[in-house]
Structures are given as structure tokens and as C-alpha cells.
């Protein structure tokens, strides 16, 4: 579970980070940005946490989240970059960190559900 607490910890530390970037990018559009980072990383890094401790709910609860993130994170990187082909050329950072985030969220979702699975057969 420490492993898993690390990358959950690691993750929102991540979102946290993007956040403040798509922030800093463009302050007078990005709040949200900034707000929804610093939200879904804290929430990650509490549940990294409360995994380092040994609380076994931590990774279905993680899964979740994660799950419902990757949909939003997919959802915005479509929207994003086909706004960026359609000209709005203001899009492209935006762009990049989204996908970004939409990678890890991917990246951290395969380990969660791989993590779940050994947990199982133990």
C-alpha cells in the first residue's frame, strides 16, 4: 500500500502543479484550472496518505475519482483541441497540459486497477 499511497500522493502533487500551470498560463480564463487542480490534488494526496496508513478503501475510492477524472480530462482535451484546429490558436498550452493530465490519469488508473487485482489474490 505504500507504493500505491506514493503514486497517489505523487499524482495530486501532478494535478496540483498542472493546475497552478494552466493558471499562470492565461489568470484571467484559468481559474478553474488553478480550483479544480489544487481540489482533485489534495483529495489525491489525502488518499495517498490515508493508503500509506493502511486504509484499504483508499484504492476503490482513488479508482473512482480517477475514473470520473479521465472522463472530464477526456472530454476537455477533445473540446480543447479541436478549438485549437478550428483557429483559436490561444487553445494550445491549454491543450497540452490537458492531455497531459488526461496521461496520467490513464497512466495512474492502470496501476490502481493492477493494485486492486493483486489485492484480491492475496
Known amino acids: 500500500m ?3 499511497g506514493r503514486i497517489l500522493a505523487g499524482y ?3 494535478l496540483i502543479l498542472i493546475g497552478l500551470l494552466g493558471y499562470l498560463s492565461n489568470p484571467e480564463k484559468a481559474k478553474t484550472a ?3 487542480g489544487g481540489t482533485f ?3 489525491n494526496i ?3 496518505v490515508l493508503a500509506i496508513r493502511g486504509w484499504r478503501r483508499a484504492v476503490p475510492v482513488a479508482l473512482g475519482l ?3 477524472l479521465s472522463a472530464v480530462f477526456t472530454w476537455r482535451t477533445i473540446a480543447t483541441w479541436q478549438a485549437y484546429a478550428g483557429g483559436n490558436e490561444d487553445k494550445f498550452v491549454a491543450g497540452v497540459l490537458i492531455t497531459s493530465m488526461l496521461v496520467a490519469s490513464l497512466g495512474v488508473g ?3 486497477l493492477r493494485a486492486r487485482r ?3 489474490t492475496v
Open 2 to 4: 505504500k507504493t500505491t
Open 12 to 14: 495530486g502533487a501532478f
Open 34 to 36: 488553478l480550483m479544480s
Open 41 to 43: 490534488g489534495m483529495l
Open 46 to 48: 489525502a488518499l495517498g
Open 66 to 68: 480517477v475514473v470520473m
Open 110 to 112: 492502470v496501476y490502481l
Open 118 to 120: 493483486d489485492a484480491a
